[in-house]
């Protein structure tokens, strides 16, 4: 991922794709302060462990980088991998 901008309100895009982001909501004292969010403006949310609840809120950068890139993986399509003649010899899942 890539960052950009200050302390506050920081954002990080993902290399694969720059349109998921990942960025702090500004408040100097938050204590869930990172957010992911889809290209399509919706929040990135992962269930909490022993909870059943779903959560978008993360307390550390890294939580919320490693939940925006598996939700990004999650939703991308295996791409064809074809040899010198165009036949398909396999799929590629995650980039």
Do not use: I
Not at 55 to 84: H, I, K, M, N, S
């Amino acid at each position: 991922m890539d960052g950009h901008g200050g302390s506050n309100h920081a954002v990080w895009t993902l290399n694969a794709d720059p349109r998921w982001v990942v960025q702090h909501c500004g408040h100097p004292t938050a204590n869930y302060p990172w957010t992911g969010h889809r290209p399509d403006g919706s929040a990135v949310k992962v269930p909490r462990a022993g909870s059943g609840l779903l959560v978008g809120c993360f307390a550390y950068l890294r939580e919320c980088q490693e939940a925006t890139e598996l939700a990004w993986r999650a939703t991308t399509p295996p791409r064809e991998v074809r040899d010198a003649r165009g036949n398909v010899v396999g799929l590629v899942v995650l980039r």
